[in-house]
């Protein structure tokens, strides 16, 4: 039987992040599903399909026009929330929608069954991590959500203990469907990424790398601070690269990378997605010393490019990464200058790890991501789990223990 499934794509109206990017590969991935009959709701409007493909954007344009009319706007926040609630509302009626599946913590409706997926509690662990209005949003509306919803997807097995442990729900209820490694990440040859990274002032294999939003919680200054403590010469030989967007409470870490020696230190900003596999694939080390983080991206997208990762020994960090990578103390940065230097020091070991990291990765992949969450709506709606995809197995059989942690 086809399942209408309904999708909030109204995130991907803001600039792309983590959440986004979700949305998108998540999208791409149940489109190849002959039994998944998608709808998403997008600027206002419904789409019969899911949210891939080019033409799903960002809406940066459209962000800038809206932030000059808003101040000649009255109550202008009540009408547009108050607008889209009635709009996809109507559209679930009008679609006739089976399941609604919010990929974004809380649902604009419950006028149809609901799944939801929550990424991490970083709002109730790191509140200062994000805007307030956030925070009271997630308070107000995910209690709701999880006493209402037939299921919950959470990215990792980390996440999931969390949820349980916080929320007190139902184990049976809460499923783990890991991400996967996005398209166009794998690993590239000199020959490939000189172009790229000469343009910008680097040479394959020699810098470290570290990739992440330019905000607290990522810990980017400890990375910094242990690549202060390596001798000069390995300073000038490898220096730190940091790529990422700026964000919330960014402005004391962005004058302070402004800031740094060039020959030690280059801070690129926003990259985009060719340029960061490029970025991946030159690099002599990845570094990612995030205090918290629900699934951890960017070490999955590094190792899928052939670079040996150095992770925190936190949160899911150590199930992503397991044994292909290196731990670290997030809070100990001679600890992690001293593991650096020993791993430039043995490009033997920097190239097992890379070959480990390679085949941790492609065990991620969105295809799988889909097999889970498609399995999860339709034990959500009380239907057999068998259906016409290819690939498709057992609920049971797609959860972990498929990717064991390496947790200390």
Same mark, same amino acid.
């Given at each position: 039987?086809?399942?209408?499934?309904?999708?909030?794509?109204? &995130?991907?109206?803001? =600039? %792309?992040?983590?959440?986004?990017?979700?949305?998108?590969? @998540?999208?791409? /991935? *149940?489109?190849?599903?002959?039994?998944?009959?998608?709808?998403?709701?997008?600027?206002?409007?419904?789409?019969?399909?899911?949210?891939?493909?080019?033409?799903?954007?960002?809406?940066?344009?459209?962000?800038?026009?809206?932030?000059?009319?808003?101040?000649?706007?009255?109550?202008?926040?009540?009408?547009?929330?108050?607008?889209?609630?009635?709009?996809?509302?109507?559209?679930?009626?009008?679609?006739?929608?089976?399941?609604?599946?919010?990929?974004?913590?809380?649902?604009?409706?419950?006028?149809?069954?609901?799944?939801?997926?929550?990424?991490?509690?970083?709002?109730?662990?790191? &509140?200062?991590?994000? =805007? %307030?209005?956030?925070?009271?949003?997630?308070?107000?509306? @995910?209690?709701? /959500? *999880?006493?209402?919803?037939?299921?919950?997807?959470?990215?990792?097995?980390?996440?999931?203990?969390?949820?349980?442990?916080?929320?007190?729900?139902?184990?049976?209820?809460?499923?783990?469907?890991?991400?996967?490694?996005?398209?166009?990440?794998?690993?590239?040859?000199?020959?490939?990424?000189?172009?790229?990274?000469?343009?910008?002032?680097?040479?394959?294999?020699?810098?470290?790398?570290?990739?992440?939003?330019?905000?607290?919680?990522?810990?980017?200054?400890?990375?910094?601070?242990?690549?202060?403590?390596?001798?000069?010469?390995?300073?000038?030989?490898?220096?730190?690269?940091?790529?990422?967007?700026?964000?919330?409470?960014?402005?004391?870490?962005?004058?302070?990378?402004?800031?740094?020696?060039?020959?030690?230190?280059?801070?690129?900003?926003?990259?985009?997605?060719?340029?960061?596999?490029?970025?991946?694939?030159?690099?002599?080390?990845?570094?990612?010393?995030?205090?918290?983080?629900?699934?951890?991206?960017?070490?999955?997208?590094?190792?899928?490019?052939?670079?040996?990762?150095?992770?925190?020994?936190?949160?899911?960090?150590?199930?992503?990464?397991?044994?292909?990578?290196?731990?670290?103390?997030?809070?100990?940065?001679?600890?992690?200058?001293?593991?650096?230097?020993?791993?430039?020091?043995?490009?033997?070991?920097?190239?097992?790890?890379?070959?480990?990291?390679?085949?941790?990765?492609?065990?991620?992949?969105?295809?799988?991501?889909?097999?889970?969450?498609?399995?999860?709506?339709?034990?959500?709606?009380?239907?057999?789990?068998?259906?016409?995809?290819?690939?498709?197995?057992?609920?049971?059989?797609?959860?972990?223990?498929?990717?064991?942690?390496?947790?200390?």
């Amino acid at each position: 039987m086809s399942l209408r499934i309904a999708f909030n794509a109204t &995130p991907l109206l803001s =600039p %792309i992040t983590g959440i986004g990017n979700y949305i998108l590969e @998540l999208g791409a /991935a *149940l489109a190849s599903f002959p039994d998944i009959d998608a709808y998403s709701f997008y600027r206002y409007r419904w789409r019969h399909a899911p949210p891939a493909g080019q033409d799903w954007g960002d809406g940066m344009l459209g962000q800038r026009v809206l932030q000059g009319i808003k101040p000649l706007v009255p109550f202008r926040a009540a009408m547009r929330h108050s607008t889209k609630l009635l709009g996809f509302s109507r559209g679930l009626r009008e679609h006739r929608i089976d399941l609604y599946h919010e990929q974004n913590y809380v649902p604009l409706s419950y006028d149809v069954p609901v799944v939801i997926t929550i990424h991490d509690l970083s709002w109730i662990r790191y &509140p200062a991590a994000h =805007p %307030i209005d956030r925070v009271r949003w997630l308070e107000r509306g @995910l209690p709701r /959500a *999880l006493d209402t919803a037939r299921a919950v997807l959470v990215d990792s097995e980390f996440i999931r203990r969390e949820v349980l442990t916080t929320f007190g729900l139902d184990c049976e209820s809460v499923h783990v469907a890991h991400l996967g490694v996005p398209r166009g990440f794998s690993p590239r040859p000199p020959s490939s990424t000189v172009r790229s990274l000469g343009e910008l002032g680097l040479e394959h294999g020699q810098f470290i790398l570290t990739v992440g939003t330019i905000e607290p919680r990522k810990n980017l200054v400890h990375v910094l601070e242990a690549h202060a403590l390596l001798p000069e010469a390995l300073k000038s030989e490898y220096p730190l690269v940091i790529a990422g967007a700026r964000g919330w409470r960014s402005q004391g870490m962005l004058t302070r990378l402004r800031s740094q020696d060039d020959r030690h230190v280059r801070f690129l900003g926003h990259v985009t997605s060719e340029e960061l596999a490029c970025l991946y694939s030159g690099a002599a080390l990845f570094a990612f010393p995030s205090i918290y983080e629900g699934f951890g991206l960017p070490p999955l997208e590094a190792m899928a490019c052939g670079a040996p990762v150095i992770v925190s020994d936190r949160s899911s960090l150590p199930e992503i990464v397991g044994g292909a990578g290196v731990m670290m103390n997030p809070e100990d940065p001679e600890s992690t200058a001293a593991t650096i230097q020993e791993l430039l020091a043995d490009p033997g070991r920097r190239l097992e790890m890379s070959r480990q990291g390679v085949e941790r990765a492609s065990r991620f992949t969105w295809t799988r991501c889909a097999e889970v969450t498609s399995a999860v709506y339709r034990s959500a709606l009380g239907l057999p789990e068998e259906s016409s995809h290819p690939n498709r197995t057992r609920l049971d059989a797609l959860s972990p223990p498929a990717i064991q942690p390496n947790v200390k």
